[in-house]
Nanobody, 123 residues
Framework: QVQLVESGGGLVQAGDSLRLSCAAS????????FAWFRQAAGKEREFVAA????????YYTDSVKGRFTISRDNAKNTVYLQMDSLKPEDTAVYYC????????????????WGQGTQVTVSS
């Protein structure tokens, strides 16, 4: 089992930046994909970005491409989501997730989830 602990959320203004962290613990991580999802109040959970722990290949939803960057630090067992040029529509609870290497953009393909961290972007 993989445990995920998130940090870095907060209240910012449009155009600001935030860096979310997801500290992972468990057996091993090299065979996993890690992802960030978000869920705005009253809306469905949405895929944001994913990364292969082994190779570092990254994937993004179109709405954040060019603004958000997902990365991982092997020494710290941590996945990051750097969020630049934040917009009010980015406001949501952000979740870190881990799944097999076949997991893509579907939330039900991920087995482990963090507790979520609130990101609020004001106009």
């Amino acid at each position: 089992q993989v445990q995920l602990v998130e940090s870095g959320g907060g209240l910012v203004q449009a155009g600001d930046s935030l860096r979310l962290s997801c500290a992972a613990s468990g057996r091993t991580f090299s065979s996993y994909h890690f992802a960030w999802f978000r869920q705005a109040a009253g809306k469905e959970r949405e895929f944001v970005a994913a990364i292969s722990w082994m190779f570092g290949n990254s994937y993004y939803t179109d709405s954040v491409k060019g603004r958000f960057t997902i990365s991982r630090d092997n020494a710290k067992n941590t996945v990051y989501l750097q969020m630049d040029s934040l917009k009010p529509e980015d406001t949501a609870v952000y979740y870190c997730a881990a799944g097999s290497m076949t997991a893509t953009y579907r939330s039900n393909e991920y087995n482990f989830w963090g507790q979520g961290t609130q990101v609020t972007v004001s106009s």
